[in-house]
């Protein structure tokens, strides 16, 4: 098994995030999944005071399902990470939790992500696409 990269689980927790607005949860509901150490690093890019939301997560709340708010989030998380490298143990402390609830069949789906698949079988008629790689070179064309 090759292993995930950080843009990957970058990808994941932010798709959990969007899912966890989309049922009408807050931000603290999805930091309640995870342990006080992990979101240390992550919860201040997110939350400026006592139930005040940074604007990408305010953003992300209107629209869960833009891939232009998701998009921020990751590349935001990113920037973080690229400043501050040893918060990435925290990041993979997030996303084995994730991966753990998957196993256990929590019903975590992931939203908007590219390059993530978790738990899936892909049955297809045809080609199959992920990432952002949308050219299709068939060995027929």
Excluded at 21 to 30: A, G, L
Excluded at 39 to 52: A, D, H, M, Q, T
Excluded at 54 to 70: F, G, H, T, Y
């Amino acid at each position: 098994m090759e292993p995930i990269t950080t843009t990957a689980m970058i990808g994941t927790i932010v798709g959990y995030l969007a899912k966890t607005i989309k049922d009408n949860k807050s931000v603290q509901d999805f930091f309640k999944d995870f342990t006080t150490a992990s979101v240390g690093w992550l919860r201040p890019l997110f939350i400026k005071g006592e139930n005040e939301y940074e604007k990408i997560i305010a953003d992300l709340s209107k629209n869960p399902e833009s891939p232009n708010k998701l998009g921020i989030v990751e590349m935001t998380i990113a920037s973080h990470l690229e400043d501050n490298p040893k918060d990435e143990e925290f990041l993979k402390e997030m996303y084995e939790t994730l991966q753990e609830k998957a196993e256990r069949e929590e019903g975590i789906s992931i939203v908007n992500s590219e390059n993530v698949i978790v738990n899936s079988t892909i049955h297809a008629g045809g080609n199959v696409i992920v990432g952002n790689n949308n050219n299709t070179n068939s060995p027929n064309e």
